[in-house]
T-cell receptor
Framework: DGGITQSPKYLFRKEGQNVTLSCEQN?????MYWYRQDPGQGLRLIYY???????QKGDIAEGYSVSREKKESFPLTVTSAQKNPTAFYLC????????????FGNGTRLTVT | EDQVTQSPEALRLQEGESSSLNCSYT??????LFWYRQDPGKGPEFLFTLYSAGEEKEKERLKATLTKKESFLHITAPKPEDSATYLCAVQGPSGGTSYGKLTFGQGTILTVHP
């Protein structure tokens, strides 16, 4: 079955450590996205990529970094510069273009203490 | 700036009690309005895309409609398994890139009691 796989499901880190969240898709989608979800808030865009080796900052990119070396993979690194890293992180992909829906993975819940 | 407001924040229904969820939006040039269902601890599941006022889409007990200012998600004779958070998002113009930014609402938490 085609889909988006995020791993791990739960992640615990100490403050000051960088951590990388994995996202893999086998939908052959060109575009991939990272969102952050916090209680009581709408999803907020961190980074997106429309094509391999290219990516753009979203609304809340500070303290995060990404890479897009393969079409299937779009890992997100949460750096120690991110002030409030504890959140539910969602990866998504789409075929790209106007009006195409996003398809989401099942998320990674990151807790930083 | 694009805005999406969903109401109510939470809705409790009895099984079989039909109702509607509202998504009010402001966007300069709508490219698409999306409805998603999200279960606790899971990612959002795509339900519908609506592109222009007057359009309607149906899937089982769900029907989505669109006007120039809002969208409704009608739930007919809901069952307990329909309990979830329902998210609405709008896509505006790309502003010179091929990406049209999605703006999400905060969601409506639906609980259906047996």
């Amino acid at each position: 079955d085609g889909g988006i796989t995020q791993s791990p499901k739960y992640l615990f880190r100490k403050e000051g450590q960088n951590v990388t969240l994995s996202c893999e898709q086998n939908l052959n989608h060109d575009a991939m996205y990272w969102y952050r979800q916090d209680p009581g808030q709408g999803l907020r865009l961190i980074y997106y990529s429309q094509i391999v080796n290219d990516f753009q900052k979203g609304d809340i990119a500070e303290g995060y970094s990404v890479s897009r070396e393969k079409k299937e993979s779009f890992p997100l690194t949460v750096t120690s510069a991110q002030k409030n890293p504890t959140a539910f992180y969602l990866c998504a992909s789409s075929i790209g273009g106007s009006g195409s829906p996003l398809h989401f993975g099942n998320g990674t819940r990151l807790t930083v203490t | 700036e694009d805005q999406v407001t969903q109401s109510p924040e939470a809705l409790r229904l009895q099984e079989g009690e039909s109702s509607s969820l509202n998504c009010s939006y402001t966007v300069s040039g709508l490219r698409g309005l999306f409805w998603y269902r999200q279960d606790p601890g899971k990612g959002p599941e795509f339900l519908f895309t609506l592109y222009s006022a007057g359009e309607e889409k149906e899937k089982e007990r769900l029907k989505a409609t669109l006007t120039k200012k809002e969208s409704f998600l009608h739930i007919t004779a809901p069952k307990p398994e329909d309990s979830a958070t329902y998210l609405c998002a709008v896509q505006g113009p790309s502003g010179g890139t091929s990406y049209g930014k999605l703006t999400f609402g905060q969601g409506t938490i639906l609980t259906v009691h047996p």
